[in-house]
């Protein structure tokens, strides 16, 4: 802890020096729960930041703060942001909730978004991606893929958003290949390089064949790459350096239009209070390239289902679909609506084990 | 549920690799310690050591010249280290976390265009008849050899501190600046060294992360481990043997857990993943109850002149 206040606060430092210069500028900040080089989550968001400064180039600031804890350190991060004339403030991680609208509440004039959450007021928005339409795909061909029926998927916090992955990909993985079964395991961090291939090593050891990540650095990818026959999914960016073994497809998130857009709204004064959760249909959730590891038909199973998710005709939660305990979720041709699953906190029938609470 | 798909010998082959990093920086700390200095900057020499040895070894394709590399560079920062401590006298603690913070920099730096490329392989040194033996053999006889190194590193530095002239100086040094000094002891120049082992063998232990645990190069990607080291010697009272059996406990609960979480025990995950610090910290704790304490003159500056 110590460590990484320390690291924010000499980040904060050299922001403060860069800053003084810029008054009629538009300032935008950016939060990172991880450092820009993870390949993974926290370097897709700075894709979008420095899609933001492609855009507008003389007439917007960007700052950002890497290896921001969750926690109420982020507080301080984002108060020293707004004090020092940030207009703007994303702030991308799941944990930030709280401390943006604490914060949010002494700057009534800064806007902030926050990625993932679930509250908003005046002057916060949130923004997610439906990641959980490309968690089908993946889980489709994961069904197809696996030999010995065991998938292993490595958590990061039980959170609605994680939950919401493992359910989905869960569901299609059974679909296409009813004797699958699902080995979860709790990494209890969004990047540990170290504690990520533990966790890979482990599920492989025990038997899975293809592992499906909701954590942010490449270090699943190197150790499936080590086993050998084990094939994983790209997580948050393509990793794609990890194509065509193991890394036989990928969930892409794609912020730089999103921050963009609301740059711009901040620019012309009209920006507003939004919740907005887009998915493979506007872009913001990009499959990347399925590789050559694939057999031609689960790839054009996969990517037909991705049509059908972008064109609306298809919702990766459609009933019947049972809850774990096995009561009704959703009745024959029913679709889930946004609210439960912004709050998803149960795995679908099928999924053996317990959410941690 | 099914304890089963747990397969003991590679649970405990994977404890053994998770503990190596731990252990060597551990190790060089326990040394720097015993010294009497107390260099905070582990992490940061861990993490210099990691992509100096993952860029050496990148360059010259040679996994031995990574790791010489990464004991080389954790070394060359901790004389940053040393300088301000022994010759500007600065404070231990604060030139520690600096040592860290400018390690976690520089280490992001020297990585830049590092990400996502693939070192070459570690050969693994199955040790003929030995890796025969059924259950141990696979487990002891077959990792690579910075795990030997490691575990001779451990009894070497046991040997030296306990029965050598040369652990008895660099105990007294630890205990007592001013006597050692009066007797004629170059306790600068003793430390320093001190300080360069240090060094080298955190650079070694993040060199095994980079090169052999992970192996890849992100950004930060010791996570805390050189804390752990730290903690770990103190709790394992700056006793090289207990550092063995501290790193080795935390590794081995760390991937055990993993793998009861894998298997579908029905233990609350918060409870499995507290549980590597909770049981290491608990069975040191128990074990010191002996009282032997810290270096006496742990931490404190030495001058000639005072």
């Excluded at chain 1, 990484?4 to 050299?14: D, G, I, Q, V, Y």
């Excluded at chain 2, 392989?121 to 006889?141: Q, W, Y």
């Amino acid at each position: 802890m110590k460590l990484t206040k320390l690291l924010s606060t000499a980040a904060m430092a050299l922001g403060l020096a860069t800053a003084a210069m810029a008054e009629d500028k538009t300032k935008v900040g950016f939060v990172y729960v991880g450092p820009v080089g993870d390949g993974g989550w926290t370097y897709e968001h700075n894709q979008g930041r420095l899609a933001v400064e492609k855009e507008f180039g003389d007439k917007v600031e960007t700052v950002y703060v890497e290896n921001v804890p969750e926690g109420p350190d982020a507080e301080r991060v984002m108060t020293q942001m707004a004090l020092e004339g940030a207009d703007l403030i994303f702030t991308t991680s799941f944990g930030y909730m709280d401390p943006t609208l604490n914060v949010a509440k002494k700057f009534p004039n800064v806007k902030f978004e926050h990625a993932t959450g679930y509250k908003t007021a005046d002057n916060v928005s949130v923004y997610s991606a439906r990641f959980y339409e490309g968690r089908a795909v993946q889980g489709t061909i994961a069904g197809h893929m696996t030999k010995s029926n065991i998938i292993g998927y490595i958590g990061s916090y039980p959170i609605p958003e994680v939950i919401r992955g493992i359910n989905s990909a869960y569901i299609h993985a059974k679909k296409v290949n009813p004797d699958v079964q699902f080995k979860i395991v709790w990494a209890y961090t969004w990047f540990d390089p170290a504690k990520e291939a533990d966790a890979a090593k482990v599920l492989i050891e025990q038997g899975a064949d293809v592992i499906l990540q909701h954590t942010d650095s490449t270090a699943p990818q190197a150790a499936a790459q080590a086993a050998g026959n084990v094939y994983t999914f790209g997580q948050a960016s393509d990793m794609g350096e990890y194509a065509p073994m193991p890394r036989i497809s990928s969930i892409i998130d794609n912020w730089g239009p999103y921050y963009v857009e609301r740059t711009k709204a901040v620019m012309d004064g009209t920006w507003s209070t939004v919740s907005t959760w887009d998915g493979i249909g506007k872009g913001m959730v990009g499959i990347g390239e399925i590789s050559d590891a694939v057999p031609a038909d689960v790839k054009a199973e996969a990517l037909a289902l991705k049509d059908a998710i972008a064109s609306g005709s298809y919702h990766p939660f459609t009933g019947p679909l049972n809850k774990q305990d096995g009561s009704v979720w959703l009745k024959e041709g029913e679709t889930a609506d946004d609210g439960t699953l912004a709050g998803m906190n149960f795995y679908v029938e099928g999924i053996e084990g317990t959410i941690p609470q | 549920m099914e304890i089963s798909s747990i397969n003991p010998i590679l649970l405990l082959a994977s404890l053994i690799v998770a503990a190596t990093p731990l252990l060597l920086a551990a190790i060089g700390e326990l040394v720097v310690e015993k010294s009497g200095v107390l260099n905070l900057g582990v992490e940061g020499m861990m993490i210099t050591g990691a992509i100096c040895g993952f860029a050496i070894s990148v360059n010259t394709g040679s996994p031995v010249l990574g790791l010489l590399a990464a004991a080389v560079g954790g070394a060359t920062l901790s004389l940053l280290f040393a300088v301000l401590t022994q010759f500007a006298l600065a404070n231990q603690v604060a030139s520690g976390l600096a040592l860290t913070l400018f390690g976690l920099g520089l280490s992001a730096l020297l990585g830049q265009g590092y990400q996502g490329v693939k070192p070459p392989a570690f050969p693994h040194v199955d040790l003929p008849i030995l890796s025969k033996i059924p259950v141990l053999g696979p487990i002891l006889f077959t990792q690579d050899f910075v795990v030997y190194l490691a575990f001779f590193l451990t009894l070497g530095t046991w040997a030296v501190l306990k029965y050598t002239r040369a652990g008895l100086i660099l105990r007294a040094v630890g205990e007592n600046h001013d006597a050692a000094h009066a007797l004629g002891y170059k306790v600068v120049r003793i430390r320093v060294m001190a300080i360069l082992f240090g060094g080298a063998c955190a650079g070694l232990g993040g060199a095994y992360i980079s090169l052999i645990r992970v192996p890849q190069w992100t950004e930060g990607m010791t996570a805390g481990i050189g804390w752990i080291a730290l903690a770990l010697v103190v709790f394992a009272s700056w006793k090289p043997w207990r550092v063995l059996l501290g790193a080795c406990l935390f590794g081995g609960v760390n991937v055990l857990q993993l793998n009861l979480q894998a298997a579908g025990v029905a233990i609350p995950v918060e409870y499995l993943a507290m549980s590597p610090y909770l049981i290491t910290i608990l069975v040191l704790v128990i074990m010191s109850a002996d009282r032997s304490g810290a270096p006496a003159s742990l931490g404190r500056s030495f001058h000639a002149s005072n």
